[in-house]
């Protein structure tokens, strides 16, 4: 396929994903809002959220790569590996990230990579509602500190919980959509552990990728 295609289809893509959604206002708290000015500060904070997340993990994980990239990778919470090494995606699931990023001229130098929950649930389970709701506004404050143009939803849980909609990913994904609190771009795509189990679904992915990336390039900023 050559590149004008591509671009033609990928601006399709875009024209035709673009989502109603907007979300319910959730402002950051006042606390996040004036003490913390910088990532360091966001992450000693973090450290000291009361969560029972934290008696079960190793390592608190908080964000990883370029702290002004324009694309902000939103993954659901850290898994053995990451727990292990207080890195996220550096299990099964992040080498398959890494090799998505390659596949469309990214790397981790070029991204910044976080997560909904900073601390691993134990066995892997999904986070829960209360969980989301109490780190939800540390990731907006997050968010706001790399203050990306786009940012990708890998996975449902990330998707879910940033956007707070009770949609599927297989409703989100592909889908941009904005949400009041932050002024990036927003779109859902699948999470690497899925692609690993349904390896079908990784041109959608690709796809998904190469959509916000396209989008960057022609925002004119
Ligand atoms: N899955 C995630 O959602 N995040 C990680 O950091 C690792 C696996």
New binding site residues.
Partial sequence: MNEKALGQILEWLSDAGISDIIADVNSIPVEIKKEVMTLSALKEMISRVDTPLRNCAINM?FGVGNEKADILLL?????V??DRQG?????Q??RLLDKILAAVGLDRTKVY?T??LPWRPPGNRTPTNQEIEQFRPYVLKHISLINPKVIIC??G??AKALLQTSQGIMQLRGKWTRIDEISAKIIPTF???YLLRSPSQKMEAWLDFLNAIHWLENSGT
């Fill in positions: 994980v993954g659901e919470a850290p898994g590996e990451e890195i996220p995606f550096v299990g699931s992040g990579i997560n909904i890998l996975g849980t990330a999470h690497p552990a």
